[in-house]
């Protein structure tokens, strides 16, 4: 069951990306549901899943995007490793500090990936102005939603 929610939310990252990509210009750079689903799966399942599902998610990402190859995934492969670690160490509840995991969760990727693109000696790896500040955002009300989505629900005891 955890590898098919895995798959469904990659191919729906895939599939919004693409969708806001190519019909909404001016979205596109706004969102990344990718470093989302890494993260959350990172969080709510632990560092395998995180490492698995950051892996395929960036090398789904650098296969679309057409840019280096392996760029994105590393990215994300540590963004998922780094949530599976803060899932374990803290008590991730609430909506602030859930907002507040997915804000560091896109720091962190936005990091590595510049960081990347030094060492490639790639051009503009960010947006223009303030588009870090709209991703940080963006991926916080996403991510809030995806956690209550994947995690795992308790069942009810009947007496």
Known sequence: MKVFRAA??????????TVIGRYFRGL????DLFTVVAATFGLVHGRVAGIAVGTT?????????GGL???NGIAKTTVGYLSGIVGRLIIVRGVWARALFFVAATLVDLAILVAVAQLAEQSRVLGEGLTPIYVCVSNAVAGIL???????????RSR
């Not at 995806?146 to 009810?156: H, I, N, S, T, W």
């Open 57 to 65: 998610a960036g090398l789904i990402q650098d296969a679309f995007s």
């Open 69 to 71: 190859f392996g760029f």
């Open 8 to 17: 469904l939310a990659i191919l729906v990252a895939f599939i919004v990306h």
């Open 28 to 31: 596109g750079g706004s969102i």
């Open 146 to 156: 995806l956690v209550r989505a994947v995690e795992p629900r308790k069942a009810k």
